[in-house]
């Protein structure tokens, strides 16, 4: 549903070379004014794509502004409500807290475990190296065909989604979810 960005993570030959540049991760349309571009070339931002913006968000991105500029300010806002921010804060100072946010060091992502009922519908979390939405008090497990039937919701969890990002959810920023879910 959604195309990322994390800066230039390819090499001239197409090979992934580093995990990210940058502190700007954004959440792109995959269809913008009709621009059409090849997939990595040499020199330009890396393509990512996502299922879904819950998995974007997971992974630690953010609405872009250009493309989803309704979504953007609406997850600014409710982060700053989360995070007790000005509402008028930049994206570059955004970006800043958000890196700090989602990684314990360079390259691996910052994980933590939470009880699973204080988690709102839209996080993603965790359990034996598998990937699920919270939803509706349950677990949907994630593939990249789409989520699978509810499971029970066990006591804690590894929490995928950055803390930040899981108070914007918490905070009202509703993602967009794959229609499967």
């Not at 390259?107 to 204080?118: F, H, N, Q």
């Not at 029970?152 to 590894?158: G, H, K, Q, T």
Request: hydrophobic share 40%; with cysteine.
């Amino acid at each position: 549903m959604f195309m990322g960005n994390r800066g230039v993570l390819h090499d001239d030959e197409r090979r992934i070379v580093r995990f990210a540049q940058g502190r700007r991760w954004i959440i792109c349309l995959t269809d913008f004014k009709d621009r059409r571009r090849p997939l990595m070339v040499p020199g330009n931002y890396t393509e990512l794509f996502f299922m879904d913006e819950a998995t974007a968000l997971a992974a630690g991105h953010r609405p872009c502004h250009e493309c989803r500029r309704a979504d953007a300010l609406g997850f600014r806002d409710a982060w700053a409500e989360a995070t007790g921010n000005d509402r008028s804060i930049g994206l570059t100072e955004l970006d800043r807290h958000l890196h700090e946010d989602r990684l314990a060091s360079r390259g691996v992502m910052r994980r933590r475990t939470a009880e699973a009922a204080s988690l709102p519908d839209g996080a993603m979390v965790a359990i034996d190296d598998a990937a699920f939405l919270v939803q509706d008090g349950a677990l949907r497990p994630w593939s990249p065909a789409g989520y699978g039937a509810p499971r029970p919701m066990p006591a804690s969890v590894e929490v995928l989604t950055p803390r930040s990002t899981v108070g914007a959810i918490g905070a009202g920023y509703a993602p967009a979810l794959h229609p499967s879910a």
